[in-house]
């Protein structure tokens, strides 16, 4: 039996920042409102003419490098992503041809801020089917460019960023104790398509459009969802909340991330937070929490992480991995 282990992570963020201070002078809101509604304090955002796939790219040769594998070695790229750099070709295709990776495939994801989650999914599907044996998932956005910057309720909310993860198809030493990912869950719902969405696209309206949202509906759903979905991937795995060493939740509000928490009676020793420093960066959100809680030396070797994403649609989901 094979079983996907992740051999390294890699993040990358723009150089410049943007505090809750910067934007209360451009929107009518306050560092005060912003914190105590979300925990955000500060987001990056890309330069101008900085892509998806610039941002992609540096978090990718990240990830390479910590895998120690050689760039040429991988086969399966895939790339999660609400604001590709075109329509088309996939963003993944300017990544694969600057990573100089030959064979294999690379395609993009759209499951929103659950992309990072859909990636790890569908990767694990290829490894485990013997179709590719060394995948790159990566989760990249720069949702500065699709956000109504006249809208508070909004732009107070997001940041740009990516985060990538190299994983390779190895035999399972059968014990039980394999590393790697253990369960993968996801659902999705399209009756709430318009609860969180971009007003914009190729067929609807010929534009980018900015992104729209009924935020009380989102947090509710948001809630509920999170917590039943990682209840699902943990039993998939075998596993009581209580063996969990950490949980990396998408970093969409520090309210909902404790929300869940609760709900999975984990306590606050064990949640990665980066939202503060981030805000939300969608699909870029869970390795770059998982980044920072690595390098730091908080997960270590044959720890169990658990992760759970949702985004617009909704598309939800949760992964157990040990690492
Ligand atoms: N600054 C100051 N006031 C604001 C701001 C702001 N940035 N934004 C909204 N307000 C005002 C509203 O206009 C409203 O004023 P009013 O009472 O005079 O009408 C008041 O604050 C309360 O607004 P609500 O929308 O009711 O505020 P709420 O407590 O629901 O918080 C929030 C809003 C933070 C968006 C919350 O609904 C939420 O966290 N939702 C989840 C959304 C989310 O995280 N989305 C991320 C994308 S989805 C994902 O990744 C999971």
């Known amino acids: 039996m094979l079983r ?11 150089e410049k920042v943007l505090t809750n201070d910067d934007l209360a002078e451009t929107v009518d809101t306050s560092n005060d409102w912003i914190i105590e509604r979300t925990g955000i304090t500060r987001r990056h955002i890309a ?5 998806t796939s610039d941002l992609a790219f540096s978090a990718a ?11 040429n070695e991988i086969d399966l790229l895939i790339l999660a992503t609400s604001t590709p750099d075109n329509t088309f070709p996939a963003t993944a295709a300017k990544v694969q041809a600057r990573l100089g990776m030959r064979h294999g495939v690379a395609f993009d994801v759209q499951a929103v801020c659950a992309g990072f989650i859909c990636a790890l999914s569908v990767a694990d599907k290829f490894l485990l089917s013997g179709q590719a044996r060394i995948a790159l998932i990566i989760g990249a956005e720069t949702y500065s460019r699709i956000l109504d910057w006249n809208d508070r309720s909004t732009c107070v909310l997001f940041g740009d960023g990516a985060g990538a993860a190299v994983l390779r198809a190895e035999e399972s030493a059968g014990n039980g104790a394999d590393r790697g990912v253990l369960s993968v869950k996801m659902h999705s719902d399209g009756r709430n398509y318009d609860a969180l969405y971009v007003d914009g696209g190729v067929s609807s309206s010929q534009t980018a459009g900015h992104l729209r949202m009924k935020g009380k509906e989102v947090y509710r759903h948001a809630v509920v ?8 991937a943990l039993q998939a795995a075998g596993l009581a909340p209580g063996e969990i060493d950490w949980l990396v939740p998408h970093q969409a509000n520090l309210r909902i991330i404790n929300a869940v928490a609760q709900r999975l009676e984990l306590p606050a020793e064990k949640l990665v937070v980066t939202v503060d420093r981030h805000a939300n960066t969608s699909s870029a959100s869970i390795p770059l929490a998982l980044v920072e809680a690595i390098e730091d030396g908080r997960i270590k070797s044959g720890d169990v992480v658990l992760m759970e994403a949702i985004g617009g649609g909704f598309v939800w989901g949760s992964a157990v991995v040990r690492w």
């Open 47 to 51: 330069a101008d003419g900085e892509l």
């Open 225 to 232: 969802k999170l917590a039943a979905v990682a209840g699902e």
């Open 61 to 71: 040769e990240r990830a390479i490098a910590a895998a120690g594998i050689p760039a």
């Open 4 to 14: 996907s282990r992740i051999l390294g992570c890699g993040a990358y963020l723009p």
